[in-house]
């Protein structure tokens, strides 16, 4: 969250009760979308905040600078009032990409920038999980380090400089894939078609797969590194799950904050799984504990969460818990290929190129082979982390991204 303002004028307004899960989906929204905001908690039986009247009005209100006020609006109806979500402006491109995640925007600013019509379908904010990200410190030109919304922020602006074309908070309902033209059909019933498409639909968060887990999503159990909630546990105790580098960058960030934090980890140590600068950062956390071979087992509450049971090497026990943040890994974004000829490994990620079988190139139609990054479907490309076997870091999904257009130029010339 963030006080500041934009042009001078007063930033948007969150108004809403402490705890809300509507309330954190707005502001995880607008944080990951780099709209500053101010978060406005209103207690109990409040009939008036910053001068709007309470009574009778559904929480959390969204208040513009212009006065424009929404009541318990989604997180679409805000990227809606920002003037953030339009229809596609012609419906045929070169190529279209679906996510605008590093992956989907490298490619974007690659392929815009060479002349390429694009267009970028995504169903939610634009960084997809990298978007998460409060502090990527090994990524090459930010010595500094620079917050995966802000990274997101600079790709976007770019790729729109060069004339790529974004679709934001739509999804794909439909998608057909054939002689050269891809189909994709929106969900609100407008049609894209393009010569050659890009799956770039990355991963979402694993959940714990605990009982009533999803009973206190927004309210106590957060995915990914809850930049937007840190400053709002300032003087708690928190508990962060996972031992890679999501779970360290979500610890540095809420130890800054929070009176202590806790980092539950399954295996025996950190070592194999996290990046040497963030494990030594954390080691040289005063306020930062790490408990090895911990599990989360159990979850309870009321209107939020206020225990978790802890498995410590065969013995339980429940301590008191108001915030848990997840980060252990990602399942891929692959529903679309149901009802396609894609073909998906064991774990569903995306298979292209060498690892793609003979067995599933059964109705491949060239007499080349697959492309390094194209699928069992020739035209369609994958990359970043919905790609099998691909290197889950942000530099690598942005290589992909740029070396996707390269290929992607290459189908496009021989058909034609």
Same mark, same amino acid.
């Given at each position: ?181 891809? +189909?994709? #059909?929106?969900? @609100? *019933?407008? /049609? ?5 498409? !890009?799956?770039?639909? =990355?991963?979402?968060? %694993? ?87 911990? +599990?989360? #087992?159990?979850? @309870? *509450?009321? /209107? ?5 049971? !802890?498995?410590?090497? =065969?013995?339980?026990? %429940? ?98």
């Amino acid at each position: 969250m963030t006080n500041s303002t934009v042009g001078g004028m007063l930033p948007l307004k969150v108004i809403a009760d402490a705890d809300g899960r509507d309330a954190y989906a707005l502001r995880d929204y607008l944080t990951r979308s780099e709209v500053p905001f101010l978060s406005v908690s209103v207690p109990t039986g409040a009939r008036e905040a910053e001068g709007v009247i309470l009574t009778g009005r559904r929480l959390p209100l969204v208040l513009f600078a212009d006065g424009l006020l929404l009541e318990h609006p989604t997180p679409a109806q805000v990227a809606s009032a920002l003037g953030w979500v339009k229809p596609p402006s012609r419906s045929m491109y070169d190529l279209v990409i679906h996510g605008a995640g590093p992956a989907g925007l490298s490619a974007a600013v690659y392929a815009a920038s060479e002349g390429l019509g694009v267009a970028v379908v995504e169903r939610d904010a634009v960084g997809g999980q990298a978007g998460f990200s409060s502090l990527i410190e090994n990524y090459l030109g930010f010595p500094g380090g620079v917050s995966g919304a802000e990274l997101a922020e600079r790709a976007r602006r770019q790729a729109l400089s060069f004339g790529a074309e974004l679709i934001v908070m739509r999804y794909g309902v439909d998608r057909t894939f054939k002689d050269h033209d891809v +189909r994709a #059909v929106l969900a @609100d *019933g407008s /049609e894209v078609h393009a010569r050659a498409a !890009l799956s770039a639909t =990355g991963v979402q968060w %694993r959940r714990l797969g605990l009982d009533r887990e999803r009973e206190w999503e927004g309210a106590g159990i957060y995915y990914g590194a809850g930049t937007s909630e840190a400053s709002a546990c300032i003087g708690l105790h928190v508990y962060v799950v996972g031992g890679a580098n999501s779970a360290g960058q979500a610890a540095m960030n809420l130890a800054a904050h929070a009176a202590h934090v806790t980092v539950l980890v399954r295996g025996a140590s950190l070592s194999s799984t996290m990046s040497a600068y963030l494990l030594n950062r954390l080691a040289a956390k005063s306020n930062v504990t790490i408990l090895v071979h911990t +599990r989360v #087992v159990a979850v @309870d *509450g009321d /209107e939020r969460l206020r225990e978790i049971t !802890l498995d410590q090497a =065969g013995r339980t026990k %429940r301590i008191p818990a108001t915030h848990l943040f997840v980060c252990i890994g990602g399942a891929p974004n692959t529903e679309w290929a149901a009802p396609t000829d894609v073909r998906l490994d064991s774990r569903g990620f995306v298979l292209t190129g060498v690892d793609l079988r003979p067995g599933d190139l059964e109705r491949w139609p060239l007499t080349r082979a697959p492309f390094y990054l194209e699928t069992s479907v020739p035209g369609i490309f994958a990359a970043g982390d919905v790609r099998a076997n691909s290197v889950k870091r942000v530099a690598s999904a942005v290589g992909e991204g740029a070396m996707a257009v390269t290929l992607i130029h290459r189908y496009l010339a021989e058909s034609g």
